[in-house]
């Protein structure tokens, strides 16, 4: 089972996940399972059609927001309004789980939800370094 990385109590990050990660995912609670991979990126990986009939099969919602280096505005937007309307603990996870917090953290910042120095300590928490990214 891949690891989900707590970064708020309603959202946490994971690098990539497999279908059969879905039940655990449901289990731990996540409501809503976010897809910031795009299909294909590596040759193996599940698509976001699999990915989704397992989020669904193991009671979640699910979003594909692919993002392919850096997230651009709409993307950042999508994420954050995504997380809003989620009902419950948010799991979103891309190759490292590095542009899942990145997004993330984009929406907030820019939302005025959260400084960035709390998003920077947030981020060092689940095991990323946002320094580079938050300024």
């Known amino acids: 089972m891949t690891e989900f990385r707590r970064v ?7 690098p990539q996940i497999e279908p059969a990660d879905m039940a655990a995912a449901a289990a731990q609670g996540f409501t809503l399972v976010i897809n910031n991979r795009p299909d294909g990126e590596v040759e193996g990986q599940p698509t976001s059609a699999e990915m989704e009939a397992a989020a669904r099969a193991a009671g979640m919602d699910y979003v594909h ?5 850096s997230p651009n ?3 950042v937007t999508a994420n954050r309004v995504a997380i809003e309307d989620a009902d419950g603990p948010v799991l979103a996870f891309c190759r490292s789980g590095t542009r899942s917090i990145v997004t993330w953290s984009l929406g907030q910042a ?3 939800v959260r400084s960035r120095s709390e998003l920077a300590a947030l981020g060092r928490g689940a095991g990323y370094d946002l320094s580079g990214v938050l300024g």
Do not use: A, C
């Not at 927001?65 to 280096?69: A, F, H």
């Open 8 to 14: 708020t109590e309603d959202f946490s990050v994971s």
């Open 65 to 69: 927001i692919p993002v392919v280096s």
């Open 110 to 112: 820019l939302s005025g």
């Open 73 to 75: 505005e709409d993307q």
